[in-house]
């Protein structure tokens, strides 16, 4: 999906916020703002690492209807099959095969955020490309003193693990260092084994 489906104008960290506060689960800033946000959390409306061409929001599956209460009077639009994209209405719960949501204030609008959809079980998070990663709801994300989620970036680098492009290249070369001990453990034992990233991880 690139510009044939219309130009982005990614909504700022604080924007995000203020449109996801009466969200009515849990939610997490992703993607690259993710691990922005976990080098630098006073970069919150400039970033610092590299451009980021949109900005992704994470919510649990058994919440995703809220984002339309998140967004209202949005066009929201699910990739479904991925790389197209058809509307999705108010109300209309996505099948589990959908992960992924654009959304502009209007048909003219510019797109301002993705909405990522991810699986959970009670407490627990489940990876939706591998039922076999959990992780506690509890310490899938961080938060920074202002009140802003953002997901932890051993996840966020385990996302981007599967076929990394260069910008992810990027986001693991900068945050790598920063991981604990237990955070390259926990990446290590999620990604492939015979994923590049391993040797840097044990480094």
Not at 68 to 95: K, V, Y
């Amino acid at each position: 999906m690139g510009e044939e489906l219309g130009r982005w104008e990614p909504a700022a960290p604080a924007e995000v916020a203020a449109w996801f506060a009466g969200f009515p689960g849990p939610w997490w800033i992703a993607g690259g703002w993710a691990i922005e946000l976990a080098l630098n959390p006073s970069t919150v409306d400039s970033p610092t690492s590299r451009p980021h061409g949109d900005i992704d929001v994470m919510v649990l599956r058994e919440h995703h209807l809220g984002a339309h209460h998140a967004l209202p009077g949005w066009e929201l639009w699910a990739a479904d099959p991925p790389g197209t994209l058809r509307p999705w209405p108010p109300g209309q719960a996505l099948p589990t095969t959908v992960h992924d949501v654009w959304c502009r204030p209007g048909p003219e609008a510019p797109w301002r955020v993705q909405i990522m959809i991810d699986e959970s079980a009670g407490e627990e998070w489940i990876s939706r490309r591998d039922n076999r990663i959990r992780r506690p709801l509890a310490e899938l994300g961080a938060i920074i003193s202002d009140g802003l989620p953002f997901l932890r970036p051993e996840i966020q680098l385990y996302y981007k693990s599967r076929d990394p492009r260069d910008k992810d290249e990027q986001d693991f070369a900068v945050v790598a260092a920063h991981l604990t001990a237990a955070q390259r453990r926990w990446l290590r034992e999620a990604i492939a084994p015979d994923h590049p990233w391993l040797a840097r991880l044990h480094g």
